[in-house]
């Protein structure tokens, strides 16, 4: 690979790994509002959405930090 490309992966590599954080964030504050959530609503149907939406935000971000130790496997092996 050469280094034009290698940097370019690079610059991705870094922009993704912003975005994760971003990603965790918002995971981290879901989570504690359901967490936070009165026990009577957590079996609701918002209760329900909001936990279902930290389990699609931690299989996001789980996807992501994959793709960004892909990358990093693809310039640490060039």
């Known amino acids: 690979m050469n280094k034009i490309r290698k940097g370019e992966l690079m610059s991705i590599v870094s922009e993704l790994e912003t975005l994760r ?8 504050d879901e989570s504690e509002a359901y967490d936070n959530m009165p026990e009577n609503l957590l ?12 389990d699609n935000l931690d299989e996001a971000y789980d996807s992501l930090d994959e793709l960004i130790s892909n990358l990093q496997d693809v310039i640490d092996n060039n």
């Open 43 to 54: 079996y609701s149907e918002r209760g329900e959405q909001m936990s279902e939406n930290v």
């Open 21 to 28: 954080d971003r990603l965790e964030r918002v995971r981290d």
